[in-house]
Every structure is written in structure tokens, then in C-alpha cells.
């Protein structure tokens, strides 16, 4: 089956998507812990940002440009949102294929649980 995250960009599992350019997918997260969850997503395989390099450093520049750019088309940007990057077990990751969560719409605590 692969990778869960390069079947949304490969289309073969659906999802409901904010924004897509050359570099990056951006979709609803299917299991929201906010009024507005998105997944921003590099199109390039990507495991964790554990695994970057500076060979990744345009990728992972295109993928926070494309989050600002997310959290704007969800309405955002004035009320104020958050960025998060889950690495490893103790990080609460469960999905192998790097993403960048941009979470808002409501006053999200600190610190995280
Ligand atoms: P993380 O725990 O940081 O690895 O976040 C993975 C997120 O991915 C989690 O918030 C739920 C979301 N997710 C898992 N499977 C799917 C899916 O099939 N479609 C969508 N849209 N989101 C998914």
C-alpha cells in the first residue's frame, strides 16, 4: 500500500484539499483537533523532519511558505494560528510522511499535552 500521504498526492485515496502548487499538497486533516486543521505536505517523500538535510532546506522553505498561505485561505491570519511538526513517538507522530499541522479558529492552550 506505501506510504498513506503520497496515495493523497497520487489521488488514489481521496481528501479534501486546501492547496496544491508544484511542491506541496495542503488538505483537511481528517480527524480535526480545531475549527480549522490543515496538513501541509511536502510532495517529495519526506519520513520526519528528522530525517532533513540541507538538501531539503528549498522543500521545507516552500512547505512554511505554504502553510502561512494555508492559514490565510482558512481565515486566519488575524484571529492568529499555530504551527506544529510532530517527530518520533514522544512527538506523537503517526503518520511517516512528513507534515506541518496549521491549526486555528479557536485559543489553543500552551503547553501542548
Ligand atoms: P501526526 O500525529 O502528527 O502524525 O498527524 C497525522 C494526522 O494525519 C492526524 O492528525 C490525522 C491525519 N490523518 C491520518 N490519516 C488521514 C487520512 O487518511 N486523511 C486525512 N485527511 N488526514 C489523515
Request: include cysteine; aromatic fraction near 4%.
Amino acid at each position: 500500500m506505501g506510504c498513506l500521504f503520497c496515495n493523497i498526492v497520487a489521488k488514489k485515496i481521496p481528501a479534501e484539499i486546501v492547496l496544491e502548487n508544484e511542491h506541496v499538497l495542503a488538505f483537511k486533516d481528517v480527524n480535526p483537533q480545531a475549527p480549522s486543521h490543515a496538513l501541509v505536505i511536502p510532495k517529495q517523500h519526506l519520513t520526519a523532519i528528522a530525517e532533513a538535510t540541507r538538501e531539503h532546506a528549498a522543500l521545507l522553505g516552500e512547505t512554511m511558505l505554504a502553510a502561512r498561505e494555508v492559514a490565510e485561505k482558512l481565515g486566519l491570519t488575524e484571529s492568529g494560528y499555530r504551527l506544529v511538526v510532530n517527530n518520533g513517538a514522544d512527538g506523537g507522530q503517526s503518520v511517516f510522511h512528513l507534515h506541518v499541522h496549521v491549526l486555528g479558529g479557536r485559543q489553543l492552550g500552551w503547553p501542548p499535552g
